[in-house]
């Protein structure tokens, strides 16, 4: 079975910037689309963004757009979220997803990892 992990959350001020990083613990592991949902308390899980693979488009929500990127290296087959310009509001559980067929929900989960954004 393989997990993704993610790393790279923690607390931050409003305005600052922190990077997410997501590997999958088998590195033959080959994602069709990965991405990044939150979720906020008392609030319901939400996308964030995702990149394809294999031409790299990558897709947003509106509420990020501008502020996070979303990158792939495909030498080290991992996927990253640069979070810049932080606010209040960012503040969730971000979880890493993926995956390996086109058309189809994300199958693989991250366990999460809290990025909280102070004012």
């Known amino acids: 079975q393989v997990h993704l992990v993610e790393s790279g959350g923690g607390l931050v001020q409003a305005g600052g910037s922190l990077r997410l990083s997501c590997a999958a613990s088998e590195r033959t592991f080959r994602s069709y689309v990965s991405g990044w949902f939150r979720q906020a308390p008392g609030k319901e899980r939400e996308f964030v963004a995702a990149?394809?693979?294999?031409?790299?488009?990558?897709y947003y929500a509106d509420s990020v757009k501008g502020r996070f990127t979303i990158s792939r290296d495909n030498a080290k087959n991992t996927v990253s979220l640069q979070m810049n310009s932080l606010k209040p509001e960012d503040t969730a559980v971000y979880y890493c997803?993926?995956?390996?067929?086109?058309?189809?929900?994300?199958?693989?989960w991250g366990q999460g990892t809290q990025v909280t954004v102070s004012s």
């Open positions: 990149i394809k693979w294999n031409d790299g488009t990558t």
């Open positions: 997803v993926a995956r390996t067929i086109p058309n189809s929900e994300y199958s693989y």
